[in-house]
């Protein structure tokens, strides 16, 4: 998926987050937002998803090179964030399988392949609500990776996640990212590393 943003600003009220940002996402391309905490990283995402609309300007989306109606944009992506919740009440293996009713996994993942990725065998009969946190973060991540989209975005994606928790992030980027349009928000340098460009929040106050 392409992104091309054209003059987008946005605002809450008279704040004004950000202005003016001319940039274009490429397909296949992997992108840092970067920024310090509450600079706008996480509202930009939004505006990646179409789940928030610019205040002034426009975002223009296209895959396969037909441009993509911003209602339509959840179908081609999949999104990490810590502030979307799971259904803490389903089991693991109920919660891998509901996401794929709506959002397939990549070719050739089930649930049960997705449950040996996230090492939580004696797990899947558990309720999610019963997780700890880095569990948690880890089903997020592996739902986002693991789904068959053309636009991966993850926010802050080793929020909650020790150092082996980060090794096994960066093992599943490498292993499940594949050709797909990836931006990642963050102002953690590990979160990133496998982006070769970055856009900063800060240029556009």
Request: hydrophobic share 40%; with cysteine; proline share 3%.
């Amino acid at each position: 998926m392409k992104i091309t943003f054209q003059q987008v600003s946005k605002r809450y009220r008279y704040d004004w987050v950000f202005k003016n940002i001319d940039y274009s996402f490429e397909e296949a391309g992997r992108y840092a937002v970067t920024g310090p905490n509450g600079s706008g990283k996480s509202t930009l995402m939004k505006l990646l998803s179409g789940h928030l609309s610019p205040s002034k300007g426009k975002a223009v989306f296209f895959w396969k090179n037909k441009k993509v109606e911003a209602e339509d944009v959840y179908l081609h992506i999949s999104f990490a964030a810590p502030y979307i919740d799971l259904i803490e009440e389903f089991t693991l293996l109920e919660i891998l399988d509901f996401h794929q009713k709506f959002k397939p996994f990549q070719k050739g993942l089930a649930s049960k392949n997705i449950v040996e990725l996230l090492a939580f065998p004696k797990s899947k009969n558990k309720e999610v609500r019963h997780f700890s946190s880095g569990m948690k973060q880890r089903l997020k991540l592996a739902l986002a990776i693991c789904s068959d989209s053309s636009l991966l975005l993850l926010d802050e994606p080793t929020t909650n996640l020790d150092k082996q928790g980060v090794d096994w992030y960066l093992d599943l980027i490498e292993n499940y990212l594949g050709n797909r349009t990836a931006v990642v928000a963050s102002n953690i340098d590990v979160d990133y590393a496998f982006c070769g460009e970055r856009l900063d929040i800060l240029a556009y106050k």
